[in-house]
Structure formats: structure tokens, C-alpha cells
């Protein structure tokens, strides 16, 4: 075989995926040719700086389980600020009437129209902000 | 590779998630050459195979299964992506820095974005040896034969690439 040849084969027999008898031609010809034998050894050299690169970029992230949606993971935030703002509100209400309002579940009915907020499945609220830390809900819908 | 039989319980679920996320990632990453869409493809598909726990036979091989949703969610996500183009057949930049500090990430970033897709998913599946070729076809859905070849040409692109563009990487070493 001609180095043209070897050259081709060269990642199949780093990684060990040639048949027995060519994995053999090659390794003599790798024996006597210094010129292949460096580009063996460049492709070894580029597999580990591929392996390094993309160790890299895995390292670089943050894999959360079980969240869902990175929708959630940006508004988490603002989804704590409502959840109180809210339960303010509540609380404010079930004190003049005397009643006691527990919230279950507040979520967003769209991730597109972000002040629009459901709470307990069948109050819809629209959420203003207008201050820091200070929310108006408006109750659209219950 | 290691037997996944306790899949079924939170403890054998997130030993198995601690033990191939990395490998995932950098799959998915090399579907989409894209961090935010690779880490949200992983998300999913851990989320479906945690839904899907109880029907699957984990035991033939979770691993492969996993990395077969994953590149399915790749798929789709590229899919509705409109700018496809900007990935698939993405023009190399033509300058090329002739810095004396080679940057061997930057290098190692701008070779994977000149092979196709088929032969980024192979060549990040086989380097890692986590995989045999059979089991990369498996999970590709291709014949050990076609992933040699795709192996082959990948990896040759690359090397050529780099003497080409960045001979002081190949004198370096």
C-alpha cells in the first residue's frame, strides 16, 4: 500500500476498526515510513483535544433533572416574585373577609403573554409591575 | 458496559443520568454545534426516558436508547429552527488567525463544523469509546460498515483541515 493509502486509514487504526490483515499492512508500513508515523500520532493528538473540547462544552453546562422547560428556568425569578406577590393579595383578601385562601398551584397560562397568571387552575390574573418588589393583579377571570 | 437493571428506582435513575450525561451532552452538542439546544435536548430526553421507565426494557441497553431519544430531539429541534442553514453547510471563515498561541479549542471548533452531520454524530459517538461501532450503528440506525466510513471520512476531514489551515498545530506535537 502507498502512504496515499494509509494515510486514509489512519483513524480506523487508531481507534482499532480495521481487519486483522490490513490493521498488519498498515502497522509495517507505519514501522517504515516516519512521515505517516506523524500523522498517527497528529491524529492522536487531535482526538484528545476533540474529546477535551467537547468535555469542555458538557463541563460548561448545568444539566438540571427533572426541569422541564428552560422557559421555567428564565422566569423562575419572576415566578417567586408573583408567587408572593400574590399570596399577599390573597392574604389581604381572606383577611377582610374572614375566610382563609389557600393557594395550591400558580402558573403561567402562556409563556408568549407573560403577565397573565393563573392561579388554582381557574383565576386568571393580569400582573403589573410597578415599582420594585410592588405588583398590581388584576383578577380577570375565576 | 455496566448493567442499568435498577433503573426503575430514583437512586439507579440518577446514578445513570450522573454516569452519561457528559456523553449526551456532547452529542447532542455535536448534532446541533449549539450549547442552549444541546442542554435542552438532553433535558427532554432524560424526561422522556423517566416517563418511559416502566414500559422500556432498559436492561438490552439504556444507553444506547437514551442517545437514540436524544438525537431524535436534536432532530426536531433543528427541524423547527428556521435558520437551519446557518448549521448544515456553514462557510468556514476565510481568515484564520496565524496566532502564535494556537487556540487548539477554536481550531477543534471550526473543524467539526466542516463535516456533515452523519459524520459529527459518529465521530463523537466512537471517541469516547463508550461505544463500539455496532452500538453506534445501533443507535444511528446505520450498518457497521457505513459508520467505519463515516468515521473515516470524518476524522480525515478533520486532519486535513488542520494541516491545511493550521500547520503550526500539526508541527506542534
Redesign the interface.
Same mark, same amino acid.
Given at each position: 500500500m502507498k502512504c496515499k493509502d494509509i494515510?486514509?486509514?489512519?483513524?480506523?487504526y487508531a +481507534?482499532n476498526?480495521l481487519e486483522e490483515s490490513i490493521k498488519q499492512k498498515v502497522e509495517r508500513h507505519l514501522e517504515n515510513c516516519p512521515k505517516c508515523h +506523524?500523522?498517527l500520532?497528529?491524529?492522536k493528538?487531535?482526538?484528545e483535544?476533540?474529546?477535551?473540547?467537547?468535555?469542555? $462544552?458538557?463541563?460548561? $453546562?448545568k444539566?438540571?433533572?427533572?426541569?422541564?422547560r428552560?422557559n421555567y428556568l428564565k422566569m423562575a425569578g419572576l415566578i417567586a416574585a408573583l408567587f408572593i406577590a400574590a399570596f399577599a393579595f390573597f392574604f389581604s383578601l381572606s383577611e377582610k373577609s374572614g375566610g382563609v385562601v389557600k393557594i395550591k398551584e400558580i402558573a403561567y397560562s402562556s409563556p408568549q403573554i407573560k403577565n397573565i397568571v393563573r392561579i388554582d387552575r381557574n383565576v386568571e390574573t393580569k400582573v403589573k409591575k410597578i415599582d420594585k418588589n410592588i405588583y398590581v393583579i388584576e383578577i380577570l377571570r375565576r | 458496559m455496566e448493567e442499568y437493571s435498577d433503573l426503575s428506582t430514583e437512586y439507579g435513575f440518577?446514578r445513570f443520568?450522573k454516569e452519561t450525561?457528559?456523553?449526551l =451532552?456532547?452529542f447532542a =452538542?455535536?448534532i446541533t454545534l449549539n450549547?442552549?439546544d444541546?442542554?435542552?435536548a438532553? $433535558?427532554e430526553a =432524560?424526561?422522556r426516558l423517566?416517563k418511559a421507565r416502566q414500559r422500556v426494557d432498559y436492561r438490552k441497553n439504556p444507553k444506547a436508547y437514551v442517545f437514540q431519544i436524544v438525537k431524535n430531539v436534536c432532530f426536531d429541534i433543528i427541524g423547527k429552527r428556521k435558520n437551519e442553514k446557518t448549521i448544515e453547510n456553514l462557510p468556514v471563515e476565510e481568515k484564520f488567525d496565524r496566532d502564535t498561541i494556537i487556540d +487548539?479549542?477554536k481550531?477543534?471548533?471550526s473543524a467539526?463544523k466542516i463535516l456533515n452531520k452523519q459524520e459529527r454524530m459518529v465521530?463523537?459517538l466512537?471517541?469516547?469509546d463508550g461505544f463500539s461501532?455496532k452500538e453506534a450503528g445501533e443507535i444511528l440506525g446505520l450498518s457497521d460498515s457505513t459508520i467505519?466510513n463515516h =468515521?473515516?471520512n470524518?476524522?480525515?476531514k478533520?486532519?486535513n483541515f488542520?494541516?491545511k489551515h493550521y500547520p503550526e498545530y500539526?508541527r506542534s506535537?
Amino acid at each position: 500500500m502507498k502512504c496515499k493509502d494509509i494515510e486514509k486509514l489512519i483513524p480506523l487504526y487508531a +481507534r482499532n476498526l480495521l481487519e486483522e490483515s490490513i490493521k498488519q499492512k498498515v502497522e509495517r508500513h507505519l514501522e517504515n515510513c516516519p512521515k505517516c508515523h +506523524r500523522l498517527l500520532e497528529l491524529e492522536k493528538k487531535i482526538t484528545e483535544d476533540l474529546i477535551e473540547f467537547l468535555d469542555f $462544552q458538557a463541563g460548561n $453546562q448545568k444539566i438540571k433533572f427533572p426541569e422541564k422547560r428552560r422557559n421555567y428556568l428564565k422566569m423562575a425569578g419572576l415566578i417567586a416574585a408573583l408567587f408572593i406577590a400574590a399570596f399577599a393579595f390573597f392574604f389581604s383578601l381572606s383577611e377582610k373577609s374572614g375566610g382563609v385562601v389557600k393557594i395550591k398551584e400558580i402558573a403561567y397560562s402562556s409563556p408568549q403573554i407573560k403577565n397573565i397568571v393563573r392561579i388554582d387552575r381557574n383565576v386568571e390574573t393580569k400582573v403589573k409591575k410597578i415599582d420594585k418588589n410592588i405588583y398590581v393583579i388584576e383578577i380577570l377571570r375565576r | 458496559m455496566e448493567e442499568y437493571s435498577d433503573l426503575s428506582t430514583e437512586y439507579g435513575f440518577n446514578r445513570f443520568v450522573k454516569e452519561t450525561e457528559k456523553m449526551l =451532552y456532547s452529542f447532542a =452538542y455535536s448534532i446541533t454545534l449549539n450549547n442552549e439546544d444541546a442542554k435542552d435536548a438532553v $433535558q427532554e430526553a =432524560y424526561l422522556r426516558l423517566f416517563k418511559a421507565r416502566q414500559r422500556v426494557d432498559y436492561r438490552k441497553n439504556p444507553k444506547a436508547y437514551v442517545f437514540q431519544i436524544v438525537k431524535n430531539v436534536c432532530f426536531d429541534i433543528i427541524g423547527k429552527r428556521k435558520n437551519e442553514k446557518t448549521i448544515e453547510n456553514l462557510p468556514v471563515e476565510e481568515k484564520f488567525d496565524r496566532d502564535t498561541i494556537i487556540d +487548539r479549542k477554536k481550531i477543534i471548533s471550526s473543524a467539526l463544523k466542516i463535516l456533515n452531520k452523519q459524520e459529527r454524530m459518529v465521530v463523537c459517538l466512537l471517541i469516547f469509546d463508550g461505544f463500539s461501532s455496532k452500538e453506534a450503528g445501533e443507535i444511528l440506525g446505520l450498518s457497521d460498515s457505513t459508520i467505519r466510513n463515516h =468515521y473515516m471520512n470524518g476524522r480525515n476531514k478533520i486532519r486535513n483541515f488542520i494541516v491545511k489551515h493550521y500547520p503550526e498545530y500539526a508541527r506542534s506535537i
